[in-house]
């Protein structure tokens, strides 16, 4: 007599054979699996490695030129709707800028034949725009300070859309909303300081899926990098997220990419370095191109240097140098007094 439990067993084996024997069938009909090729992201190497101390080294080493004056290429691109997918790029226009720290900038803009389209300076508390070129409801003086935020200078967009002069109209409002203080502190990165108070930097490794830069085409490929992040503790046990540098890791180390966040952990500045070249005598090593990106100001400006080893590097220029005159006698605009509250009984 079986037992309850052999009776078990022995089903068991017989729906085990049973199994068995239908996938040797499947097989003698000639059923196979078939293997289909997958592309996968290449991870590009060699990376190279670097501990903090190297990684603040080397943004320190960027951080002792003390100014730049050369000629460069510049594109505005209007990011009102990237919400939206689209963006607006103005055409690249020609120019000469010169930086100095602390924060001084003085930068000329210019259309066809080397006529000036605008000139902005910022002293490095204060900044002037003067916007020459254009229809005259868009000429203007503008005055304000480097620290202040205001609103958006818009002007009635009556313009027909009538190609080059519709990119004019376009690009002398965009430069109307630029801050030139926002350039020289991407081109000019400010030094790390691991001994000041208040501040604490952590090192993490990222990679991420990017178009390969090499091909044509959708073809991607991952890159290595480094995080440094600048950190302020808060009394409650967090921290506030100040700055991100970015280091790419392929075949060296260099820095990719500088965010800066507010109070509030949004992102204010966003900018990305193009690969090195030698700039002036000295051939320091410096990006050669440039994109910043500001997103609650709607715009992205990219310069690109036309022969960095002509760029003049390491000259002391005078104060008044940065300082804009309205010798155009242009409609003048002050930010400041725009801001100020009216006076009572007005």
């Excluded at 959708?218 to 302020?232: A, C, M, N, P, T």
């Excluded at 990305?272 to 100001?297: C, I, N, W």
């Amino acid at each position: 007599m079986f037992s309850s439990t052999d009776r078990l067993r022995t089903t068991a084996l017989q729906l085990i054979s049973i199994v068995l024997l239908a996938m040797f069938a499947l097989l003698g009909t000639g059923c196979h699996i078939v293997h289909k090729s997958v592309a996968v992201e290449k991870l590009l190497t060699p990376l190279s490695n670097a501990t903090t101390a190297e990684l603040v080294g080397h943004v320190n080493k960027l951080s002792t030129v003390r100014s730049l004056h050369g000629r460069i290429d510049i594109q505005f691109e209007d990011t009102s709707f990237a919400s939206s997918g689209i963006a607006e790029k103005y055409r690249t226009a020609d120019g000469s800028i010169t930086v100095q720290r602390p924060g001084k900038i003085y930068l000329i803009i210019q259309g066809p034949l080397a006529i000036d389209i605008a000139q902005m300076t910022s002293d490095g508390e204060h900044f002037r725009i003067a916007i020459i070129k254009g229809d005259e409801k868009y000429r203007r003086f503008v005055r304000g300070t480097n620290n202040a935020v205001y609103q958006k200078l818009d002007a009635d967009d009556d313009t027909p859309n009538k190609g080059k002069q519709q990119a004019e109209a376009q690009t002398v409002k965009a430069l109307s909303n630029l801050r030139p203080q926002h350039l020289t502190d991407a081109l000019l990165v400010s030094q790390i300081d691991v001994h000041a108070p208040g501040l604490l930097y952590a090192q993490s490794e990222f990679f991420q899926s990017e178009k390969d830069p090499s091909q044509t085409g959708s073809k991607r490929i991952v890159r290595g990098y480094y995080f440094l992040d600048e950190l302020q503790p808060g009394t409650d046990g967090s921290a506030r997220l100040l700055r991100r540098f970015w280091f790419d890791r392929v075949n060296g180390i260099r820095l990719a990419r500088l965010q800066s966040f507010d109070q509030a952990g949004t992102l204010v500045t966003d900018v990305t370095y193009g690969p090195t070249a030698r700039f002036g005598e000295s051939g320091v090593l410096l990006p050669a191109k440039m994109t910043l990106t500001r997103p609650q100001d709607h715009y992205q400006i990219t310069i690109t240097y036309q022969d960095p080893p002509s760029v003049t590097v390491d000259h002391d220029y005078p104060p008044e140098a940065f300082v804009l005159e309205n010798k155009w006698k242009l409609s003048e605009v002050d930010l400041d007094a725009q801001k100020k509250p009216n006076a009572p009984n007005d």
